[in-house]
């Protein structure tokens, strides 16, 4: 099914910098939890985010922005051309294999 390019969904992220693997895992108390093994410096941990999620949800990282939370462990991340029910659905997928 192509993307749907009127779609777009905000989801809340708790990242772990500094985490032995890159790995996403799933969602725990309303916020996605993705683990990253770049540390939270320049950006970097940021950059890991975006790559993790964009090879997760099967979407290109200019589809991905995160809009709140930059220096934080906490973020909101937009993803554009997917509804939040696709989100959870190809994250639990994901999670799950």
Known sequence: ???????????????QPKSSRNQV???????????VTAAPTEGQANAAVIAILAKTLGVS???LEIIRG???????????TLTEQEVQR???AGVNS
């Open 90 to 92: 190809k994250i639990e």
């Open 1 to 15: 099914m192509p993307p749907n390019p009127g779609e777009s969904c905000t989801i809340k992220i708790r990242v």
């Open 25 to 35: 895992d799933g969602f725990q108390d309303g916020a996605l939890r993705v683990r």
């Open 61 to 63: 990282k200019s589809r």
């Open 70 to 80: 930059y220096s934080s462990r906490d973020k909101v991340v937009s993803v554009d």
